[in-house]
C-alpha cells in the first residue's frame, strides 16, 4: 500500500482577494510543506505582500478574501474567529515585516519587547530570552547584542532594525515565518548572512518559511521553490531550479534577464 503524502503545512486554494471589492489576486492555488523554503517574486503591485497579509489576516479592513480557502495545519483559517486568528499569530505564524521598526513599541527596548513576546507563550526568564537573542544576532553580523538589546527603536538604523525584526520573529520558533522583502535595507555581505541565519532556522528547526522578494536572484539560492506572480496571478510555480533552468513563461524570463551576473544566461 502506498503511503499517503502528509498534508503541507500551508495550502491557499482558489483565492481571490479584493480591496473594496476590487480583486487584486485571483484563482491563486499554492502550498508550502514543512521546512520548505518559498520565495514569491513579481514586481512591485504583483499582490506580493497581499498575498501573505492574507495568511496572517492582515489584510486590514479595505481588504478582504472573496472566493477560495487558506488550509494552516489542515484549518481553514478563513473560518477562524478573530480571537483564534489572533493566537496564530506569533507561535505558530511569525511575519517580519518590511519596516519592521513601525510595529514595534517606541518606548520600550528591545530587549523588554523580546522578553515579553517570548514569554507570552512560554515559561522563561529573562536571561535566557536575551542569550537566545545574542546568538541569532550574532548569525546575522548584529555586534553588540546587550547595546542593542538595552535600546529604542528609534536608536536603530534600518538595516539593524531589519535584522531585530527578524530576530524576534525567530525568537518564538514559528512553524510558519512569513517575511517581506526581510533583506531590502541591507548590504549584499548582510544580506547572505540573514538569508544562511533563515536557512539554519528552517535546518535546525524544520521551519517553513515563505519569502516575498522582487529579487529572483535571491529567490534562486535561498528557496526550494518560487512563486512568480505577475498583476495578481501566479504566471509560474515549481522548483526553483526548474524555474531558474527552465523558465516557461515569458515574464519570469524577463526577470531572470534583469539580473544577468547571477545568471549568466
Ligand atoms: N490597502 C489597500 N487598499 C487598496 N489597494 C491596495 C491596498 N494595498 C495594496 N493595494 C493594491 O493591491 C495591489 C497589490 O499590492 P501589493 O502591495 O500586494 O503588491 P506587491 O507586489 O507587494 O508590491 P511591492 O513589491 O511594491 O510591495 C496593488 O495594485 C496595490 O495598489
Known amino acids: ?41 513579481g514586481e512591485s503591485g504583483s499582490g506580493k505582500s497581499t498575498l501573505i497579509n492574507a495568511v496572517m489576516g492582515l489584510l486590514g479592513s479595505d481588504g478582504h478574501v472573496s472566493k477560495g480557502k487558506i488550509f494552516f495545519k489542515g484549518k481553514n483559517l478563513l473560518s477562524l474567529s478573530p480571537e ?53 544576532f550574532e548569525g546575522m553580523n548584529l555586534k553588540d547584542a546587550s547595546r542593542i538589546l538595552a535600546s529604542y527603536p528609534f536608536e536603530l538604523s534600518g538595516g539593524m532594525s531589519q535584522r531585530v525584526g527578524i530576530a524576534m520573529a525567530m525568537l518564538l520558533e514559528p512553524d ?12 549584499v555581505i548582510v544580506k547572505a548572512m540573514v ?42 510555480y515549481g522548483a526553483t531550479s526548474s524555474i531558474i533552468n527552465d523558465p516557461q513563461d515569458d515574464y519570469t524570463r524577463e526577470l531572470i534577464r534583469a539580473v544577468p551576473r547571477i545568471f549568466k544566461r
Do not use: W
Not at 84 to 95: F, I, K, L
Open 1 to 41: 500500500m502506498s503511503s499517503v503524502p502528509p498534508i503541507p503545512l500551508l495550502e491557499i486554494k482558489n483565492v481571490e482577494i479584493c480591496y473594496s471589492g476590487t480583486p487584486v489576486i485571483s484563482e491563486l492555488s499554492l502550498s508550502v510543506r514543512k521546512g520548505e523554503i518559498l520565495s514569491i517574486v
Open 176 to 187: 510558519l515565518l512569513l517575511t517581506d522583502e526581510p533583506t531590502s535595507a541591507l548590504d
Open 84 to 136: 483564534a486568528r489572533r493566537r496564530t499569530r506569533g507561535p505558530e505564524m511569525g511575519m517580519v515585516f518590511q519596516n519592521h521598526a513601525s510595529s514595534l513599541c517606541p518606548i520600550r527596548t528591545i530587549g523588554a519587547q523580546y522578553y515579553e513576546a517570548v514569554r507570552a507563550h512560554r515559561k522563561i526568564n529573562r536571561n535566557e530570552v536575551e542569550d537566545m537573542a545574542a546568538a541569532i
Open 195 to 236: 538569508s544562511n541565519e533563515l536557512k539554519t532556522l528552517r535546518n535546525e528547526k524544520e521551519t517553513s518559511i515563505v519569502m516575498v522578494t522582487h529579487d529572483i536572484g535571491l529567490a534562486a539560492i535561498f528557496s526550494d521553490n518560487i512563486a512568480v506572480l505577475n498583476k495578481g496571478r501566479l504566471v509560474e
